[in-house]
């Protein structure tokens, strides 16, 4: 069906370490659309908080906080009023900050305002937990990408490596099982694919391989008379 004006909306959900936010950015290259991390939203909410020493559960202050905060993202760029956090957001410490801070309603509202705000002015790519199930439930595209936890973790592990964090895997690996439980079992919007997404294992598959099967998928789909995919 064809409606005037609609932005496609491709919608990438799965566990930590998944693959997520590194398809989508492929994804968001090859087709020259916009990449919206919505986990960084909850990372950089979390790590402001945090610093400002509230907890995810103190519902009057989190209120009151959340109107201090501004986001901007330019250029694969994350900025917390003015500054620069892209790599600060990154740690295993600001993805447990943000598993719990994402536990919150007002700030659920908060994140969810500005995904809804970006998607109806530009096609978009936007990664998450409940992008396909409850953000943008009219995404054009739903993708749920999952990996068995020794792989998210072996993947999740390198990448703190290189920038230094000295972890070990077992601690990584303690993480991600305790996050995945927080993120499905919470009542609020919980980490599941929605009933029309498509499941990719990326186990034991290349990033290449991943990006090459939503691109052949997104070729075959009719897409708002859209085929030059
Ligand atoms: O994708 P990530 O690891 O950056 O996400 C960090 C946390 O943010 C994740 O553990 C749960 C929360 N999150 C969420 O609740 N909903 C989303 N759409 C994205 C992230």
Redesign the pocket.
Known sequence: MYIKNKKLIIAI?GP??SG??TIAEKLSELLHIFHL???????II?LYLNQQGISPKDLEKVETALQEIDIEIKDNKYFLNGKDVTEE?KTLE???L??A???NPSI?KK?NEI?KDVSKSIDIV??????GTV?LPNSDLKIFLTATLEERARRRWKELKVKGENVSYQEILNEIYE?DN??SK?SI?P?KPAKDALIIDTTNKSIQEVVEEILSILRRKEINGNKSF
């Open positions: 959900d930590a370490g997520k936010s991390n919505s986990g960084a939203l909850y990372r979390g957001i600001a993805g447990k943000a598993s801070f994402s536990q659920r994140v995904i936007v990664d998450g937990r409940d992008i953000v996050r927080a993120d919470r919007a980490l």
